[in-house]
């Protein structure tokens, strides 16, 4: 498969979304981007990442390093990594975590304490080490 089509297939699924580059979809949300950004792993596999990029900072450098971010996580907490060739198979199970993990952000208006809560539950699941965020 290739990966133009999964980013058509991942921006279908969440079409607030906006291609940024061509591994990853954003939306700006005030002083942030955040959204989804796909990360190959190995030669045959990628996962998804969320991310939410500073706009406030001056350099291309430092707005490229995320504020906060966490892959998508399957069944019982596990890394879910998805073959290319299984993408099709796969992208079902796949969008549907995404959209119970991160669909919060996906909407027009997100609310800050609704974000705060995302976060604090998110730190609090995860064992250190799985998890970047920074206040």
């Not at 955040?34 to 001056?58: A, H, M, N, T, V």
Request: include cysteine; aromatic fraction near 20%; charge should be neutral.
């Amino acid at each position: 498969m290739v990966e133009k089509e999964i980013i058509d297939d991942w921006q279908e699924r969440f079409p607030i979304l906006s291609p940024y580059t061509p591994s990853t979809l954003y939306m700006k949300v005030d002083i942030v981007l955040w959204g989804l950004r796909i990360d190959k792993i190995f030669s045959k596999q990628y996962r998804i990442i969320f991310e939410c990029l500073p706009l406030w900072e001056d350099s291309v450098q430092k707005r490229n390093i995320p504020v906060f971010y966490t892959e998508l996580w399957g069944k019982n907490g596990t890394q879910f990594f998805i073959d290319y060739a299984s993408h099709d198979r796969l992208f079902q199970s796949a969008s549907d975590f995404a959209g119970k993990q991160f669909g919060l952000f996906f909407k027009d208006k997100v609310m800050t304490s609704d974000v705060w809560k995302w976060l604090d539950q998110l730190s609090s699941f995860y064992p250190v080490g799985r998890f970047q965020y920074e206040r």
